[in-house]
């Protein structure tokens, strides 16, 4: 006896064919500043705002994500990308883009020394933005520009100048926001408020606490500078802290659909959690929920696997 074959129902197929086509269909990703080498240098010189900034995504245009921004690579990034175009064409359209991106940068700078987030902001957005290493990139750039360094050969005195007096300020901020414990320096927060300049939290999973991630990022920029009391005494405080809480004896596993922490005692190289808690150093993890719990597991499965918990990032300065 013949079986008969498989067949697809006419249902079926027309579900697939739609299934396929909604994909095809689906509009291109917006160009983001987070990916300056995906954007076109057109696309840069049109999408720079009128402040001299740029948005860390070109495609929005309502609400705080709607203004010029350093989160993400953005307007330092494009900036960059003119200043090597400029240096490749001689066209002054890309020398022009980026002095007016550069002159943002620096009108955007507090005057205590710091960056926010984002300009003419509100909410945490205004914090100093040490997050993603966003205000140390900036420094770093106005660092070469002050120095008429590479691609920047083409700026003026006047503008080196400016620039060079924002990186010496943004290095007190640097000092100024170091967070001290019993009298004692120990590192920095993601974030801190641009007014106190103690720590202070920005998403409901990022609260006021000492960060193991872009503290490194601080150190390897004051280690930059040329040397003072001041400057040595914070790199050496902030390489005793990284010292005082790097973990031993765990190894962090991430398996296909989870990250889970495995005690190992034979694990001898040191690890680091992003977030420690001020005062008492302890390793910590927040939800979405804003509460802070003391091991990894205790938070829900999206934000374990969504975010960056654990890393080896003060090895780079040890």
């Known amino acids: 006896m013949k079986k008969n074959k498989p067949y697809m129902s006419a249902a079926l197929v027309l579900t697939l064919l739609f299934s396929v086509l909604s994909v095809m269909l689906q509009p291109a990703e917006p160009v983001s500043a987070d990916s300056g080498e995906t954007a076109t240098i057109a696309e840069i010189l049109s999408n720079q705002r009128s402040d001299g900034g740029w948005r860390k995504n070109y495609a929005t245009t309502s609400g705080e994500w709607a203004k010029s921004t350093i989160d993400n690579g953005a307007t330092y990034t494009e900036i960059r990308r003119l200043a090597a175009e400029f240096k490749r064409t001689n066209d002054s359209r890309y020398s022009a883009a980026a002095v007016r991106g550069i002159q943002f940068l620096l009108n955007m700078q507090y005057s205590n020394g710091g960056w926010p987030q984002i300009y003419n902001s509100s909410g945490y957005h205004k914090h100093i933005t040490f997050n993603d290493n966003a205000m ?183």
């Open 136 to 318: 140390v990139n900036v420094m770093k750039l106005l660092d070469e520009v002050s120095q008429k360094k590479g691609d920047f050969s083409f700026v003026d005195t006047s503008l080196a100048d400016r620039s060079r007096s924002a990186v010496a300020k943004g290095v007190d901020c640097l000092l100024n926001t170091q967070v001290i414990v019993n009298e004692k320096r120990t590192a920095w927060g993601q974030q801190h408020d641009s007014g106190t300049l103690k720590p202070a939290g920005a998403r409901a999973y990022e609260v006021p606490s000492l960060t193991a991630n872009e503290s490194v990022g601080i150190v390897q920029f004051l280690k930059t500078r040329p040397a003072s009391s001041q400057i040595t005494a914070s790199i050496k405080a902030a390489e005793d802290w990284f010292r005082t809480v790097q973990i031993l004896g765990i190894r962090v596993v991430k398996t296909s659909d989870d990250v889970i922490v495995v005690e190992d005692p034979s694990v001898t190289t040191p690890i680091w959690a992003r977030f420690y808690e001020i005062r008492s150093n302890r390793p910590i993890f927040v939800g979405r929920d804003g509460v802070v719990k003391y091991k990894l597991s205790d938070i829900e499965k999206e934000r374990r696997t969504g975010y960056s918990w654990y890393g080896n990032w003060p090895s780079k300065v040890l």
